[in-house]
């Protein structure tokens, strides 16, 4: 695998620092930038990556996915540090535990839209020309079964502890096909890493995230097309298209 220049948001907790430790394990010569809210959470999480024995370049990028003025100051430290970026991991989110018709609720449901929907199309946006000059460039979202419409009507999931969240992912999916419409040198991808225990969901989770984070590898090392634009997961060691 050739060497690239990889952010992931959200990166240095749960999921998204899963994310980073497996992919810098497999793949020590690409350059991690761990796009973080604040820099001192990044310089703690490369710390740990370090006392791991994870010998990649690592780099904090502080963003604030629901801030456009911290969005373009993130895209313009990238260019200026590193010049180009080859893939963006939409990673970043959130999820509240509330119900319709509590107080809040509509609140709520405005918050989570913008973090997991319009974020997502704000922060890919900001990086499009970085990505651009990319001789195969990526944007992969984490998103999950929830977002599956099929599955959701299908009986196979049962009900959430977040309707927004559910909402938010489906809507994610829409937002990345149509996105892939407008850049279509661009590899849009969206990846189910599973119900992992992380802080996001109090540790309830069946998954371990390294084990989650399996599926951002295969995508990310797949330099042959094997694995087109689609909906990914991976269970029992292969990779399979989640149906819309």
């Given at each position: 695998?050739?060497s ?11 999921i ?5 430790q497996r ?14 809210r ?6 703690e999480?490369?710390s ?18 629901t ?24 990673n ?28 997502f ?19 992969i ?24 969240y ?17 850049e ?22 069946t998954k ?5 984070a399996e ?21 029992e060691?292969?990779?399979?298209s989640?149906?819309w």
């Amino acid at each position: 695998m050739s060497s690239k220049i990889i952010l992931v948001t959200g990166a240095n907790r749960g999921i998204g620092f899963a994310i980073v430790q497996r992919l810098a394990t497999a793949f020590p010569q690409n350059t991690y930038l761990l796009g973080v809210r604040k820099f001192s959470s990044g310089e703690e999480a490369i710390s740990t990556l370090r006392a791991q024995g994870l010998t990649a370049t690592f780099s904090p990028i502080e963003i604030d996915i629901t801030s456009d003025t911290s969005i373009a100051f993130a895209a313009s430290t990238v260019e200026s540090k590193f010049g180009q970026l080859d893939i963006l991991i939409n990673n970043a989110a959130v999820a509240e535990l509330i119900k319709p018709g509590v107080p809040g609720f509509r609140e709520s449901c405005n918050r989570t839209l913008d973090a997991n929907v319009t974020s997502f199309l704000q922060v890919t946006s900001a990086f499009l020309s970085l990505l651009h000059l990319s001789a195969s460039p990526k944007v992969i979202n984490i998103s999950s079964a929830r977002g599956s419409v099929y599955r959701q009507t299908h009986s196979e999931l049962p009900p959430t502890a977040s309707i927004p969240y559910s909402i938010s992912k489906m809507a994610m999916n829409i937002a990345m096909l149509e996105m892939a419409k407008l850049e279509p040198k661009v590899l849009f991808q969206a990846a189910s890493p599973g119900h992992c225990k992380t802080a996001f969901n109090g540790f309830r989770g069946t998954k371990d995230p390294l084990d989650g984070a399996e599926v951002v590898v295969r995508l990310v090392e797949d330099e042959e097309g094997r694995f087109s634009m689609g909906f990914w997961e991976l269970e029992e060691g292969e990779m399979r298209s989640v149906p819309w």
